[in-house]
């Protein structure tokens, strides 16, 4: 019998915390199965592609010291659908949540621009 893997949006990082816990809360309020997997990129943004190739939805999100990353598989891998600061947490709830909506097909939440890399 093989097991299928439960369709999740998949979050990469290696940390716990503050940040971690607001893009979960985001993705909660949606209603929207998430795992949380180590990740394995240098680069931030190659961190959440990855993470979106590796989701049956195709939407990953990773995050640094600076930026919380959402991408979506479709997208080129240089080219992220959005970018928030990690110091802002309605932004990281925000970014949860609107990963869940990307998901589920409906209208995003407005999100502060965290800034270029």
Known sequence: MSMVAKPVIVVATDSKGQVLNQILF?????????????????????SAYQAAIS????????????HAILHFKGFPENE????????????LMNLGI???????????KNLK????L
């Open 26 to 46: 985001g993705i909660e309020e949606e209603q929207v199965a998430f795992k949380v997997e180590p990740t394995v990129r240098e680069n931030t943004i190659a």
């Open 55 to 66: 989701s049956h939805f195709g939407v990953g999100i990773a995050f640094d010291e600076k």
């Open 80 to 91: 992220p659908l959005f970018i928030v600061s990690v110091d802002d947490n309605e932004s």
């Open 98 to 108: 609107n990963a869940a909506r990307l998901v589920k097909g409906i209208p995003f």
């Open 113 to 116: 621009k965290g800034g270029d």
